[in-house]
């Protein structure tokens, strides 16, 4: 075993030795030299290491990590040829206790391993291992992974460096190869390592490292993992969990903005090609495009778009010019806004003359355009009303043929309008999102039934008209044009349209809500409303279902029965128990005294429908409403703001400024514009498009030509907000560590200040302990210096036994008194009447004794020598009493 090379010993060492039982302590302790000898020595044994040795050798290795002892570390890496499975587990471990330097000796010795195909992306194969189950750390952690969730920055940039990634996991209805194996070999190892990977990449200190655009990132993989709460929700609460936590890394780096000119920067551009269709949507003139401000709002980051240096960005540019507005009082406000009400004919045709006039540019401020917008809307609906009004008025004639078209058809002009209105959006932002946003929706709806509605007076117009005109006196000519309503068919086009036009007039009325989010109070409730709205139509699916069932049920009960007036009939039966919801029915249509059993069964049966509806499903929607509106009021100030955001957006674009029913006419301004677009595709002049920008972007490169000063501008930017975030979060861990400690030192004074207390209680029945052995003690003395001088008369220089045993005895009291010293406060008392009554005990025994012995021997002590126990006793007490 002499003769064997270094090498040779690391390999024995490594698959053929016994764990040496003696190598724990030797760690704990920090025994380098016996850790050595341990290492060295070996029986010459040749034994095939088993799995709870294996187990062992990589305690040893983590338990050296763990205590911080780098000699330790060396030594078992020097003396031990370790594997892959231990380096792993002990890179684990050192990222796990926070030491970096430790981190980066292993990274060498892995650097070492590297000619035997040592690979570092195969970490996350540990899925694959059966041995490794009795690790502490959870399936897929890698030591980049743990490092992550830990927002270890110093670590993951060392582990970066050397070529650790976290590969991105793939799609959940992946079924690739290595996808299958997972699932089928172990599908909660699979599961699990999935979600720590997805906690890796979630983390701030993967975001700040690995991305060249952290805040881009952390959209994207927020709107990945709500996306992956709804398909994997058995593991929902985690994926929203790291959804939130992308959401609040957004918000915390768009806080680290110092100035204006980095908040522009980050909020008008993403840097993403794909992402080019929002650059598209120009904005007025003057206006930034805030691209990246839009990405969030299309991504659903709430919390981004309510920060106050985005609203204050939002704000400005809402009111433009107009400085005084947001400081005026709501009643100057109203009295602007009656104003333009009023005005708003004259106001557009000034804009459709001279749009680059000083009122013309007024005008397309984003707070005017939807000030003049609004009042479009207003008299919209005091048309409607109007219409109403008159088909009151004149109810015979709307009720006839005879009814005039042009009466019931002035809303049409602002009906055009707005579907212009709506091909421009479209054009402007796309099919895909426009169709993103519900009243998008609720327009293209509205205005396809105030069409159709139009469309079908025209066919009955057109279609009696032809009809007289070629065939005169004919049944079909009569029906058009003189045949009343008693006598019209159930599909007649005139019922469909006035149909049409009085569910469309009130949707027309609901469509208002949309201005409701620019004033904070409605805005809240609008969004209550809205989130209600939801709750119902889940409910309904639920109470559609019942409702079914007992329908079917009570019907079939009373169907053979023709007694029953109101029952039996799906339409009847369906009445009856609709309005029992809502308490208005008469329960007495469920009698039938003819029948008794039928009649049993359907009270019963009624019963249960009245148990189930109202007192169970009616209570349960109240509480979801409840609870909608309870989280609605929780996060008032950020729902209210993200909706007012998009509210604001919405008036930026460009173009638009015309309400309806203005926007029909074209302006020179359009024709303008179409001639320029004519003459640029004729003479290929499209690269002369000149795109103001605006706030203008300063370059921060400096003379010296370095590589970060070649970078653009936001990439500048994106870098600076992550180191003041990283520096940032340094300061905080340091702050927290030092109140930490200090919150130890805290408790620690405070058990010192405790132990002190106790000390000195049992300090003090001591002491009063002392005093009467003491006293005691001094007493005996006595006896003993008389009963000396008598023997001293007697016997010269010498002294008796019994003197000695005295002696002996006192001593026995002062080491029985050092051992109370060292005994509970509870028992003192009881000991001391113990100890008193033993010393009487021992006293007379000792009187015999000295009865005994005392005419047997003759003196061999002098009376220096019981001054010299005296002293010794007393230096005993002197030592009790300093301890």
């Known amino acids: 075993m002499e003769n ?80 892959f499975r231990q380096i792993h587990e002990a890179l684990l471990v050192a990222v796990d206790t926070n030491q970096p330097r430790v981190v980066k000796r292993l990274l060498d010795r892995l650097d070492q391993e590297k000619g035997n195909k040592m690979d570092v992306h195969s970490f996350s194969q540990a899925i694959f291992d059966h041995s490794i189950d009795n690790s502490q750390f959870a399936p897929g952690v890698t030591p980049l992974t743990l490092a992550c969730q830990k927002d270890l920055y110093d670590i993951v940039t060392m582990l970066t460096l050397k070529g650790h990634i976290i590969p991105w996991p793939h799609k959940i209805s992946c079924a690739c190869l290595e996808c299958r194996n997972g699932r089928q070999y172990d599908l909660l190892k699979f599961s699990l390592s999935r ?3 997805y906690r890796g990449i979630a983390s701030r200190a993967f975001l700040s490292v690995t991305s060249d655009d952290a805040m881009l990132s952390a959209f994207s993989l927020s709107r990945e993992l709500r996306k992956l709460s709804q398909k994997e929700p058995e593991f929902k609460p985690q994926y929203l969990g790291l959804e939130q936590l992308c959401q609040d890394f957004a918000v915390e780096l768009l806080g680290m903005c110092r100035n204006q000119s980095e908040v522009t920067t980050i909020l008008n551009s993403c840097g993403d090609e794909s992402q080019d269709a929002l650059d598209q949507q120009a904005f007025e003139e003057g206006i930034p495009n805030l691209s990246r401000l839009r990405l969030a709002v299309n991504y659903n980051q709430k919390e981004f778009v309510a920060h106050p240096i985005c609203q204050q960005v939002l704000s400005s540019i809402w009111c433009g010019n107009l400085e005084g507005w947001r400081g005026s009082r709501t009643a100057w406000k109203l009295f602007v806004s009656v104003g ?99 009243w998008n929706c609720l327009d293209m709806m509205v205005l396809s039934m105030y069409l159709a509605s139009f469309a079908l007076r025209v066919l009955i117009m057109l279609k009696g008209y032809l009809l007289c005109q070629e065939h005169s006196g004919t049944d079909d000519c009569v029906y058009f044009t003189q045949t009343v309503r008693e006598d019209w068919r159930q599909e007649d086009p005139q019922l469909i349209a006035e149909v049409l036009f009085a569910v469309t007039s009130m949707l027309s009325f609901t469509r208002l809500a949309y201005i409701l989010p620019a004033h904070e109070s409605l805005g809240t409730l609008q969004i209550s409303i809205g989130k209600m709205i939801d709750d119902m139509m889940r409910f309904m699916f639920i109470l559609m279902i019942i409702g079914t069932a007992f329908l079917c049920g009570i019907n079939n009960v009373y169907v053979p029965y023709v007694i029953s007036p109101h029952l039996g009939r799906f339409n009847e039966t369906f009445h009856f128990l609709f309005w029992t919801m809502f308490g208005v029915a008469n329960q007495d249509y469920v009698d039938m005294p003819q029948f008794m059993l039928a009649e049993f069964v359907g009270r019963i049966l009624y019963g249960i429908f009245t148990l189930v509806i109202v007192i169970v499903l009616l209570n349960m929607l109240i509480a979801m409403i409840t609870n909608t509106f309870q989280k609605i009021e929780d996060d008032a100030d950020v729902e209210w703001k993200f909706a007012r955001s998009k509210l604001y957006l919405s ?18 301004k359009a024709f303008f514009y179409i001639l320029r677009a004519i003459f640029r595709r004729i003479c290929c002049c499209c690269n002369c498009n000149s795109v103001q920008e605006y706030p203008p972007i300063t370059n921060m490169a400096n003379d010296k030509e370095s590589e970060e000063a070649q970078l653009p501008y936001r990439q500048q930017v994106i870098r600076a907000l992550v180191q003041r975030y990283i520096e940032s979060a340094r300061r905080e861990f340091e702050e927290t560590k030092r109140k930490d400690i200090g919150n130890r030192i805290t408790e620690l004074s405070k058990a010192i200040g405790r132990m002190h207390g106790d000390i000195k209680v049992i300090q003090q029945l001591l002491t009063e302990d002392e005093h009467s052995a003491m006293h005691q003690e001094e007493e005996e003395v006595d006896k ?21 045993v005295k002696m002996e005895e006192g001593r026995v009291k002062v080491e029985s008194g050092d051992e109370r010293q060292t005994e509970k406060k509870e028992q003192l008392e009881a000991e001391k009447d113990e100890n008193t009554d033993n010393k009487i005990k021992s006293e007379g025994a000792a009187g015999n004794s000295c009865s005994n012995l005392e005419g047997k021997l003759k003196g061999e002590a002098t009376q220096d020598e019981v001054e010299k126990i005296k002293g010794r006793r007393g230096t005993q007490r002197g030592q009790r009493w300093t301890s």
């Open 195 to 197: 979600i720590n990977t």
């Open 784 to 804: 003993v210096d008389s009963d000396t001088k008598q023997e001293t008369d007697m016997q010269q220089s010498q002294v008796t036994d019994c003197d000695v």
């Open 651 to 668: 008036y930026f674009r460009e173009g638009l400024t015309m309400p309806v029913p203005f926007n029909i006419i074209p302006s020179p």
């Open 4 to 83: 064997l090379t270094p090498e040779q010993w690391r390999e024995i060492m490594n698959k053929k030795l016994q764990f040496p039982p003696e190598l724990i302590g030797a760690i704990q302790e920090g025994k380098i030299e016996l850790l050595c000898g341990l290492l060295k020595t070996g029986d010459g044994i040749v034994r095939q290491l088993e799995e709870s040795e294996d187990r062992q050798w990589r305690e040893a290795l983590n338990l050296s990590i763990r205590l911080g002892n780098e000699d330790a570390m060396v030594t078992l890496l020097q003396g031990v040829k370790f594997d």
């Open 340 to 438: 333009i009400f009023l005005t708003m004919p004259l106001l557009c045709l000034v804009y459709w003359i001279a749009p680059k006039s000083k009122v013309g540019k007024i005008l397309r401020v984003p707070v005017i355009k939807f000030l003049l917008h609004s009042a479009s809307y207003l008299w919209f609906l005091i048309t409607l009303l109007g219409e109403s009004i008159t088909m009151e008025m004149y109810r015979d004639k709307f009720a006839s043929r005879q009814q005039n078209i042009l009466h019931s058809s002035f809303h049409m002009v602002w009906v055009v309008g707005f579907f212009w209105y709506e091909c421009k959006e479209v054009w402007i932002e796309g099919l895909r999102c426009y169709f993103l946003d519900w």
